[in-house]
């Protein structure tokens, strides 16, 4: 990929770096899909999108739920801010379901069931966190719909983190992969542009910050070509 970077976001933190909180002990566990469980993210992945909720600030956009493990966790790193998460056919898991109709939570976290590939007009998002359709027609699209909703707040970056985009090394354990072409060529196309600058990875999580906008047709044009 060649990145077009704007300065460092933060770094995945490793053993020369001084740690600042849990999230930055990562290096020291096995990451690897046996601890996926609910949230279904290896450990380092959920330590860098614990860190990208950190950097931000204003509402975050979650595109793609099912079992509602990633709310709940986006939730709780949240503190007060609103997370707004929608799926077009979520299975939430029990345990899930009770954490986020706690008071407290339920007031601050909005559950859409829908086609995420529409935008949701007059929102504007702190950070995106997309998991969704992973095809490339489908991540674009979410993409597509989306991206002008995002903007830095209070001066923090907008950033959009998009998950299984890159191969994942906690998986060597069994051979296998678990990252998918279409989002990997989307954020790639991405960067190409000029509209995102590439920001850190763990696992098959990528994270990019946001430049500008995307040119006029974008997501139409990726369909037809697809």
Not at 18 to 27: C, T
Not at 164 to 185: K, Q, S, T, W
């Amino acid at each position: 990929m060649a990145a077009r970077k704007q300065g460092a976001l933060f770094t995945v933190e490793g053993p020369e770096s001084s740690a600042r909180g849990f999230e930055d002990m990562a290096w020291l566990f096995a990451c690897d899909n046996r601890n996926r469980r609910i949230l279904r993210q290896n450990f380092d992945e959920a330590a860098l999108l614990w860190k990208c909720v950190k950097a931000t600030r204003g509402s975050i956009l979650e595109i793609g739920r099912l079992y509602a493990g990633s709310t709940v966790f986006l939730a709780a790193a949240a503190g007060d801010r609103k997370v707004v998460s929608i799926d077009i056919g979520p299975k939430h898991h029990p345990s899930a379901e009770r954490y986020l109709f706690r008071p407290g939570v339920r007031e601050r976290v909005e559950l859409i069931v829908g086609d995420s590939r529409r935008s949701l007009p007059g929102r504007k998002f702190g950070m995106l966190f997309i998991d969704g359709d992973h095809s490339e027609e489908g991540v674009t699209a979410d993409t597509a719909a989306h991206w002008a909703s995002l903007e830095g707040v209070d001066g923090a970056p907008p950033l959009a983190v998009f998950h299984d985009a890159v191969p994942n090394p906690g998986l060597e354990h069994c051979g296998a992969e678990n990252h998918f072409e279409g989002v990997r060529i989307l954020c790639e196309r991405l960067v190409e542009l000029g509209v995102a600058a590439e920001g850190p990875r763990a696992g098959s999580v990528q994270v990019l910050q946001k430049l500008a906008e995307l040119p006029a047709g974008f997501g139409a044009r990726v369909a037809a070509a697809v």
